[in-house]
Every structure is written in C-alpha cells, then in structure tokens.
C-alpha cells in the first residue's frame, strides 16, 4: 500500500536557519503530494502542494519539489521564524483511492 | 479558520462507555474524512463520507461508526471504549472528495478514556 516517510525530529533550529524536512514516499501510479503544518492546539492546515513530477509548491517562503525518480518531496525554507515552529505531515494522495495517507510528521522548534 | 467545526472539545469518559463526536464541514464542500492521531501511531484515516455516501473505509474499528447526515454534517460514534482509544480525533473536509481538493481541518476533540 501507499506509504510516507519523514524523517525523525525532534528538529531544533536558530532563528534564520536553513530548514529541510526530509520526505519519500511509496506509491503506485502518479500520486499528488502536500505538506501539511499542525501548530499547538490546532488541526493540521495545508502547506503547499504538487501534483505531478518536477512540480514546486511553495507557500509563506517554504518550497518542495516533487521528484519522481528519488519519490521525494523534501521541504525547505531558507531562514525560518521562531513562529514556524510547529509539526510538519508530508502526506500524499493517490488517483484511485479517495484518502490521504500522512506521514509521522516532524516536530520543529526555531529559537530565538 | 479552517471553517471546520468540531464538538466536544474535550471528552473523558471511563471504559465501556460510548461517545458521539461531531463535524460541521466548511460551507460547500462535500466530502468529511475522519481522522484519529495518537502519539504512538500518529494520524490514522479512518473513514470518509461524500454527499451522505461512505466513500472509504480506513483502519476504523468495528466498535466504532460514522454517518453523514443531509446537512452534511458528520458523527463520528465511539462504542466500548478502551484506554488505548484516547487520541485526538480529526474531523476534515473538502470540495470534492478526490486529489484535486485538498483536505481542510478542524481543530479536533481530545478524547480521554480513564
């Protein structure tokens, strides 16, 4: 069956660092991927998202490509807030079944 | 504001017992997915509806049910509760239903079976 993967937090950054949460998947066919963010006490709120290979989705100055060939949606933001500090879901989509599938999600905390 | 509503907040309970918890989807989508994220196990799909019609069917127990009423809200019915069922249950909606129509989150209620 479809699966996500992330990779492990907790992530621990300074203010203004560089963020890459790490993401592959399995799945057959030619599925969408998103990142999902759930801050504290809240439900999770879409990030971004792609909808096939070599698509970019970006949002609030974080981006993830989707690639095919490494079945890979890594997101990255190049200097991240104290107020991005929440979990991040990579999660995907297939074209023949009707549920999303989320990876563990990854926890990040930015201090200040 | 996702727009989505979700009733209780909060909800403990003892052992043995049953609970209904409630969605409001947002206004004009079609589709409710149920979702249960514990810490262990993370968010889990367990059931989704469109237009009042079980879509699919996820890693939802047989102690537990869901239905989706002409207003389009959705119950979500918890029956003989273990201790191993507190988790928070997600309630979200979309448009459509499919791919193309990403998913919108409530913001959950916290379910605690002493």
């Known amino acids: 069956g479809n699966s996500v993967t992330q990779m492990e937090g907790p992530v621990t950054l300074s203010e203004e660092a560089f963020l890459t949460i790490n993401c592959t998947y399995t799945?057959?066919?030619?599925?969408?991927l998103f990142w999902y963010v759930q801050y504290p006490g809240e439900g999770l709120q879409l990030l971004l998202k792609a909808t096939k290979a070599d698509d970019k989705g970006s949002n609030k100055g974080f981006e993830a490509t989707y690639r095919k060939e490494t079945t890979s949606f890594h997101l990255e933001k190049g200097s991240v807030q104290v107020s991005d500090s929440a979990v991040y879901f990579c999660a995907l989509a297939d074209n023949y079944g009707q549920n999303f599938v989320f990876g563990p999600g990854t926890r990040l905390s930015v201090l200040p | 504001d996702s727009g989505v509503t979700q009733t209780p907040k909060h909800l403990i309970t003892a052992t043995g017992q049953r609970v209904t918890l409630r969605c409001s989807p947002r206004?004009?989508?079609?589709?409710v997915y149920w979702y249960q994220q514990s810490l262990d196990q993370g968010l889990q799909f367990l059931i989704q509806?469109?237009?009042?019609?079980?879509?699919a069917k996820g890693n939802i127990l047989e102690r537990f049910s869901a239905q989706q009423f002409p207003d389009l809200h959705s119950e979500l019915n918890l029956s003989s509760l273990e201790l191993g069922d507190s988790a928070l249950y997600f309630c979200?909606?979309?448009?459509?239903?499919?791919?193309?129509?990403?998913?919108?989150f409530g913001n959950g209620t916290r379910l605690t079976v002493t």
């Open positions: 799945a057959t066919g030619y599925p969408s």
């Open positions: 206004s004009g989508d079609l589709s």
């Open positions: 509806y469109y237009n009042g019609e079980e879509r």
């Open positions: 979200a909606s979309s448009v459509t239903g499919t791919v193309n129509s990403p998913l919108h």
